[in-house]
């Protein structure tokens, strides 16, 4: 997988946000992650299920099926193995006004797609439904389509398992090291 029509400005925003977002507790995914303990409590923390901060759970569940038809699971770990949804409603939940409204109407609109289509709600619609109105919403709302993969491609890349997906030095050197504590990633998350 690569990183697709991002220049280094973008690239340099979506670090910054997300090494500002691993300041608060919960959010270990990511590569900046505050504190990094391989204690078996936090191991068996990180695998309760997440409970949406901003969004509601319908759209939390809809989040992550187009974060993960967006980057899906193959030969790698995909949107949903990164945790990209939790990383979308947790910069929602604290002040990314961007994300916020535009994503709320994308997501309504999305569903007032999918009802007209095939007569229910996205979430509720076959994988091949699925991806039939994700197309029709890459080509009709593009707005939409381009915030949600912007936020999926800022999620993914930065987490444990983007990262490793990158093969970003910064791995290598920090977690076969006793490198500086702010900068360890924890096993479980690559």
Do not use: C
Not at 29 to 47: I, Q, V
Not at 122 to 151: E, H
């Amino acid at each position: 997988m690569t990183i697709q029509g991002l220049d280094r400005r973008s690239v340099l925003e979506m670090l910054a946000k997300a090494a500002s977002a691993s300041q608060f507790p919960g959010f270990s995914r990511w590569a900046y992650g505050a504190e990094h303990k391989h204690e078996e409590s936090s191991l068996s923390a990180s695998r309760q299920p997440y409970t949406p901060l901003y969004f509601s759970r319908h759209q939390y569940k809809t989040i992550e099926i187009l974060t993960d038809l967006i980057i899906p699971a193959g030969e790698t770990p995909g949107a949903k193995d990164a945790g990209v949804s939790e990383f979308i409603d947790f910069m929602a939940a604290h002040g990314e006004n961007e994300l916020r409204q535009p994503m709320l109407k994308g997501l309504g609109w999305l569903d007032t797609i999918s009802k007209k289509t095939y007569g229910s709600v996205f979430a509720r619609l076959s994988g091949q439904q699925q991806a039939a109105v994700f197309k029709i919403v890459a080509y009709s709302n593009q707005a939409f389509f381009k915030l949600i993969r912007r936020y999926t491609t800022m999620g993914y890349y930065t987490s444990g398992i983007g990262l490793k997906e990158l093969n970003f030095p910064g791995l290598r050197l920090y977690t076969h090291t006793n490198g500086p504590k702010h900068l360890q990633l924890h096993s479980a998350s690559i």
